[in-house]
């Protein structure tokens, strides 16, 4: 309003000095035409913005590069002389500037782009800050803008959104024994014995011979088997630039192998040591082969996947001792880089307890290794030669071999006598 009284006080003051030809009036209009034009090179402009983000990729693996794209398109009637943008990114790793400021005729628009590296898990943006200036400067009203497309971003994990029917390993079956008996593979032939069934007689050794023989076929059996998830916090490594880390790994697997050995028959159970030392229920399955073992055993893999705490690891294998089954199986899951499976193993051997370990290994990842990463690769190396020396099958995963080969080793340790 004080602009416009401006303006009308210059205007009546140059009208009397064109009237009265007295240049005292013309000299007096200047100063209110002056605060006139200043008002109105300051007025604040009411933007009408649309406003759109995208990413590239929508579904990026951990560590992929993402690039984020904010762009402000000016849809009002009037030119906008300074629009000042800043992006709200999750709080990771930014390369770039998420800032941005220009003029905007009518139609134009701004872009504000910049990466994102990103861990797993989903990620919200918060709504992008705005500020409109007039044409002398004076800062407007910050506002926070609505975004039409991308609010979050979900870094794709090996876990996410494939469920556990379909991540079966399909040639798993029955573990053979070194015993005789009914079965499907040929075992040895022995005298015949009143009872026999007679489709088990060798007769074309009767044949031959004379002799009343009965074939024997290796009996398969099912099997106890308790995957153990080495969650603890401070062991873990990960593939650098925000890639699965060993937790991710070994969950994975377990999650794999879980569906295979519940449809082949076999008692399946999970533990998760980090829980099993806090004695919380959700850390441990009991074995089992019914849906609701399926449902239990995935959720004691989900509780694994959150980060573990620091937890004591002798109390973990102390409850983990106390609740097997006998005879079960064992397969700890593990990146092998402090003493835990050394001191598991030396706990269980008393047992009848035969165990397995799976250890991904991301030791020589990106590359050439640092001094302390080939020192800490030699440090896990000689835990592994140590544990196969006392008879411990340890199955190194590396992330250019298949999962489902992998795992088939870990079956084939089953069927050792230890």
Same mark, same amino acid.
């Given at each position: ?74 849809? /009002? $009637?009037?030119?906008?002389? !300074?629009? %000042? =943008? ?5 709080? &990771?790793? @930014? ?114 011979? /004379? $002799?009343?023989?009965?074939? !024997?076929? %290796? =009996? ?5 088997? &308790?995957? @153990? ?190």
């Amino acid at each position: 309003m004080r602009w416009r009284a401006a303006g009308v006080a210059a205007l009546a003051a140059g009208t009397l000095g064109f009237l009265f030809g007295n240049p005292l009036f013309l000299i007096i209009a200047t100063v209110p035409t002056v605060y006139a034009v200043y008002g109105y090179l300051s007025g604040i402009p009411s933007p009408e913005l649309a406003v759109e983000r995208s990413v590239e990729p929508e579904a990026p693996e951990p560590g992929e590069a993402v690039t984020v794209r904010l762009t402000v398109e000016n849809v /009002g $009637e009037s030119p906008l002389p !300074d629009l %000042r =943008v800043a992006d709200d990114p999750p709080p &990771v790793p @930014v390369d770039g500037s998420t800032e941005a400021a220009s003029a905007l005729r009518v139609g134009e628009s701004l872009t504000v782009e910049y990466d994102l590296s990103l861990p797993r898990g989903t990620h919200e943006f918060g709504d992008p800050r705005i500020t409109a200036r007039g044409v002398a400067g004076r800062r407007g009203e910050e506002a926070d803008h609505d975004v039409d497309g991308a609010t979050e971003i979900t870094c794709r994990t090996l876990l996410d959104d494939v469920p556990l029917r379909d991540r079966t390993i399909h040639y798993v079956g029955r573990t053979p024994t070194d015993t005789g008996g009914s079965g499907v593979e040929f075992f040895s032939t022995r005298e015949y014995q009143r009872g026999d069934p007679v489709n088990r007689i060798d007769w074309r050794r009767f044949a031959r011979t /004379g $002799e009343l023989t009965t074939v !024997d076929m %290796r =009996v398969e059996r099912a099997i106890t088997v &308790v995957f @153990v998830i080495d969650d603890r916090a401070g062991v873990q490594r990960s593939w650098p630039g925000y890639g699965p880390d060993t937790l991710d790994l070994t969950t994975y697997a377990v999650s794999r192998a879980l569906p295979s050995l519940l449809e082949s028959n076999h008692r399946v159970g999970v533990a998760a040591c980090s829980g099993l030392a806090a004695d919380d229920l959700a850390s441990y399955t009991d074995p089992g082969r019914d849906a609701a073992t399926r449902s239990a055993a995935s959720e004691t893999v989900e509780y694994a996947q959150a980060d573990g705490g620091g937890v004591s690891a002798e109390r973990a294998i102390r409850a983990l001792r106390e609740r097997l089954p006998a005879n079960a199986q064992v397969v700890l899951c593990t990146p092998l880089t402090d003493g835990f499976a050394e001191d598991l193993v030396e706990e269980l051997e008393a047992g009848s307890h035969g165990v397995t370990i799976l250890s991904p290994d991301l030791t020589t990842a990106g590359g050439d290794p640092s001094l302390g990463a080939a020192t800490e690769a030699l440090q896990r190396r000689a835990r592994a030669d140590r544990l196969q020396r006392r008879g411990v099958p340890v199955v190194d995963w590396s992330l250019e071999d298949p999962l489902a080969l992998t795992l088939s080793k870990v079956f084939e340790t089953w069927g050792e006598t230890r």
